[in-house]
């Protein structure tokens, strides 16, 4: 038998060639999240901000090497599909995916990649979450190969009652959520914190309803205005917002709401003018935060889709700061292997436009500063009328949502170190 000699240089050599090959490939992140259905609206304006930010990932080399390619999957925002399009997946080769509609679905994801990695350690899959926020996947569900880039339910229901504690008005909170595990942890959160700061605070409704079915929020409001309530809590996102602040508006109730994500798509046109003063909305930005070093940034993607039909405003931070982390950790690793990224992912600390953020490592929680903020008319410059289509005279309101004429102003900003919760996560790690 014969050897082959090759002197170390040589093997260095072919070494290097092999590792800058595979490094240079497209790296494939699957979508998954409704493109069909009651929500397909928010699923396809979520998709065009992926496309957007790996545009600009791709055109400025900021991985290093690879291309990040946004492949999008239909899931119904059902969580039996859902597996259905991880398997389409794993099968197609895909080792990276992205989710954020539902935390119902979030939840048989994270099970479904931990089965699958651990059968197939050879062909693990990533799962970086940009919006399913149950406090559960990064406490008692927690996984490594799970990385969660909004703030948790719980994160954000502790600076809402803060805020909420500071208001000797409020004297009745009522409860409108969806019926899934988000919803519930909203509505579990609300009557807890308040409890333990506002004891005086009462609870005077606490509805959950089914997830994307309900046509007609009427009887609910009806219900809302009947209570006498002086505040509403609601995590309700997609067309269930829109369609239950319509409600609202129809109805004549001028009572305030305290929200998660009425800030985004759809709600704003349909509320308009009765949400001045009365919608607040906890964030990790919005359109007129200062300083505001997105800005830029946000005008090119409303520049791209803000016209008709679609009428899109930018909405997610956290995609922006999912992506460029994502990039920092390839360029770091100097790989597109799932494991190899997550390794540079945990604990990494970003420089995002509204300051550092931090991916916990305990965890794998995206620590960072919150707004909390309230519907206000765009500001229209005497000199320049077509700056907005209303008369607002706030010159910190200079962006509006969906061409509606009205934006949010920030009441107060919750820094990082406030934001931050303990976690229960005791981490399995590969």
């Given amino acids: 038998m014969f050897h082959l000699k090759r002197a170390p240089g040589a093997l260095f050599l072919v070494s290097a060639l092999l590792a800058g090959s595979a490094y240079a490939e497209t790296l494939k992140i699957a979508y998954i999240d409704p493109l069909s259905g009651p929500f397909a609206n928010v699923g396809d304006a979520g998709l065009k901000q992926f496309q957007f930010v790996a545009d600009d990932i791709n055109k400025r080399n900021l991985t290093g090497g690879p291309k990040l390619e946004i492949v999008p999957f239909d899931n119904k925002v059902s969580p039996q599909e859902s597996l259905n399009v991880l398997k389409k997946v794993i099968d197609s080769g895909i080792r990276v995916i992205t989710q954020g509609n539902s935390s119902g679905v979030a939840g048989v994801l994270i099970d479904a990649v931990n089965k699958h990695n651990e059968r197939n350690p050879d062909k693990s899959i990533l799962y970086l ?8 996947f990064t406490n008692s569900k927690c996984s490594f190969w799970h990385f969660r880039f909004d703030a948790n339910s719980d994160m954000k229901m502790e600076a809402l009652t803060d805020y909420m504690a500071k208001d000797p008005k409020i004297k009745s909170v009522y409860l409108i959520n969806q019926n899934y595990s988000f919803g519930q942890a909203v509505s579990r959160a609300a009557k807890e914190y308040l409890a333990r700061k506002r004891p005086d605070i009462k609870i005077v409704g606490d509805d959950l309803h089914p ?7 009427a009887p609910y409001v009806a219900k809302i205005k009947a209570s006498n309530a002086d505040v509403v809590i609601s995590g309700n996102w997609g067309t269930d917002a829109a369609l239950l602040i319509k409600a609202v508006k129809d109805a004549g109730l001028n009572t305030p709401f305290y929200t998660y994500y009425f800030g985004g798509l759809g709600v704003m046109p349909a509320i308009g003018p009765a949400g001045e003063g009365k919608v607040k909305q906890i964030t990790e930005w919005h ?3 200062k300083p505001n070093k997105t800005e830029k940034f946000a005008n090119a993607f ?22 460029y982390m994502l990039a920092d950790a390839i360029k770091k690793a100097k790989s597109i292997d799932p494991k ?7 604990g990494m600390k970003y420089q995002s436009d509204t300051g550092e953020v931090e991916m916990r490592a305990a965890d794998h929680q995206l620590i960072q500063p919150l707004y909390i903020s309230t519907v206000a008319k765009t500001y229209r410059d005497p000199k320049n009328p077509k700056t907005a289509k209303f008369t607002g005279t706030d010159k910190d309101v200079k962006y509006d949502l969906e061409d509606s004429g009205y934006g949010f102003k920030t009441d107060t900003r919750i820094e990082s170190y406030i934001t931050v919760q303990p976690t229960s996560c005791q981490m399995k790690r590969p």
């Fill in 302 to 323: 409303n520049a791209k889709y803000g016209g008709p039909p679609q009428h899109l405003s930018f909405y997610y931070l956290r995609v922006n700061n999912q992506m």
């Fill in 340 to 346: 190899a990224i997550a390794l540079k992912l945990e």
């Fill in 129 to 136: 979450n940009y919006a399913a926020v149950d406090p559960d």
């Fill in 287 to 289: 359109a007129n935060i």
């Fill in 211 to 217: 997830i994307g079915q309900v046509k007609d929020f």
